[in-house]
């Protein structure tokens, strides 16, 4: 059974900076394109960034912020997040690219507020 399992999130300030991370259990991430998205309050969720066979892209709303990374030998996938801001307050969660719908946990909860 595939679980993945978000950690990492809390409240931070603005131009505050985490690192989230995503432990995979069930599947192999090498081979898997992964990425994470969020969804923020009454709001739709919407993908983040995406790391794939040594390349790597993110969303023009974080690009230069962010950065995801995996580490293979540890099945994670990591969510650098850096200067952030209010409008970054959220739930993150990760999922292959494309997203399977069977593979959502319970996502790791961002507030970026003074």
């Known amino acids: 059974q595939v679980q993945l399992v978000e950690s990492g999130g809390g409240l931070v300030q603005p131009g505050g900076s985490l690192r989230l991370s995503c432990a995979a259990s069930?599947?192999?991430?090498?081979?898997?394109?992964m990425g994470w998205y969020r969804q923020a309050p009454g709001k739709q969720r919407e993908w983040v960034a995406t790391?794939?066979?040594?390349?790597?892209d993110s969303a023009d709303s974080v690009k230069g912020r962010f950065a995801i990374s995996r580490d293979v030998a540890k099945n994670i996938v990591y969510l650098q997040m850096t200067s952030l801001r209010p409008d970054d307050t959220a739930v993150y969660y990760c999922?292959?690219?494309?997203?399977?719908?069977?593979?959502w946990g319970q996502g790791t909860q961002v507030t970026v507020s003074s």
């Open positions: 999922n292959t690219v494309p997203q399977r719908n069977t593979y």
């Open positions: 790391s794939t066979y040594g390349r790597t």
């Open positions: 069930g599947f192999n991430i090498n081979g898997h394109a």
